[in-house]
């Protein structure tokens, strides 16, 4: 842990760049390391180890802003007589997410150009409520018929009918909520799904978000016993801070600096002056991704490097020409 930023009560004794050293590719690969923490079907939490911030952020800007999904980006709607303005229906219809997989859809190239099962996918609606469907409810206080993304039904184009089930490219969520009809109300329209990023639209988005935080590291300068022990363990999210028994007084230790979210409410207490250390690991990232559903959280990462490594490249061969004009 070389440099580490000091955090004391009112100020950061150290930042960020002060600290320049010449790159060295034989240290990165030494140092470098990706440790995964947890992992499940839409989340992601691994460390970084070993790199600058610029690149920590770089990864996570890339991720909210660059890595595409699949959306419905246009709605004909052919008949709509509820109370949802069709602008307003329009606009919720395409925020909700998809299943779709973006990987084997390409880039719609022309707008303007007909739906292809490349690059497109196509769903519809047709729902009417009658008071048939009230009277059909369990919970008499609902006065009109819910209609949700279930409803939706999917229209393969082309062949994808051999390659995809509605299972692979339908709603993520059923229960979403879409509008509320009365009787004699309906809604039938078709809806067009395209490949994009999320920088064009905030509804291309893959993760619901993706953040980071600098490792935590809490040193104790002298033993903290009896009541300030259990004082010193309230000043901490639960399981930063243990106690045992030593010769039956309570000791204070540290038990897992992860868990700490910097609050510095220590500080507030004289008698842990001098006492207690609070810094940053300045090279080490604690990284969180949460997909909404579409891609595993680890492909969105493998993504966002291959996004991040193509940059580099262009940014690499743009300098070298200049270098040659």
């Known amino acids: 842990m070389d440099n580490p930023i000091i955090m004391n009560k009112y100020s950061i004794e150290r930042t ?91 880039m719609k190239e022309d707008e ?41 039904k999917w229209l393969p184009l082309g062949n994808q009918k051999d390659i995809f089930t509605e299972k692979d490219v339908g709603i993520i969520s059923d229960d979403i909520l879409i509008a509320k009809l009365r009787p004699g109300q309906e809604i039938e329209l078709k809806m067009f799904a395209v490949k994009g990023i999320p920088k064009d639209h905030a509804k ?25 022990a259990v004082l010193l363990q309230s000043c901490f999210p639960k399981g930063v801070i243990g106690l045992k028994s030593v010769k039956g007084v309570l000791s204070a230790f540290v038990e897992d600096s ?3 979210n910097s609050s510095r409410n220590v500080f507030r207490y004289k008698q842990f002056d001098n006492k207690i250390l609070l810094t940053k690991i300045q090279d080490h990232f604690i990284f969180t991704i949460e ?25 690499s061969e743009s300098a070298l020409n200049q270098t040659e004009i």
């Open 258 to 260: 992860r868990k700490d």
């Open 16 to 106: 960020l760049g002060n600290d320049i050293k010449p790159y060295n590719y034989d240290e990165f690969v030494k140092n470098f390391k990706i440790n995964i923490i947890s992992r499940s079907d839409n989340d992601l939490e691994f460390d970084l180890i070993g790199i600058d911030v610029a690149v920590a952020n770089s990864l996570r800007r890339v991720i909210i802003s660059e890595v595409p999904s699949m959306a419905i980006e246009k709605v004909h709607i052919y008949q709509n007589t509820s109370y949802i303005l069709d602008e307003i229906l329009a606009h919720r219809l395409g925020l909700i997410p998809l299943k779709a997989d973006p990987r084997q859809f390409k």
């Open 204 to 228: 291309f988005q893959s993760v619901c978000t993706a953040w980071y935080r600098m490792m935590p590291n809490i040193k104790l300068l002298d033993e903290i016993k009896g009541n300030d």
């Open 291 to 315: 997909s909404i559903g579409a891609m595993d959280p680890s492909l969105i990462f493998l993504e966002a490097l291959n996004i991040l490594t193509r940059k580099v490249n262009s940014a």
């Open 112 to 152: 303007n150009s007909e739906p292809n099962e490349h690059d497109s996918l196509v769903y519809e609606m047709k729902i009417k409520c009658t008071k048939k469907d009230l009277d059909a409810l369990v919970h008499k206080q609902f006065i009109s018929f819910p209609v949700y993304a279930k409803h939706i």
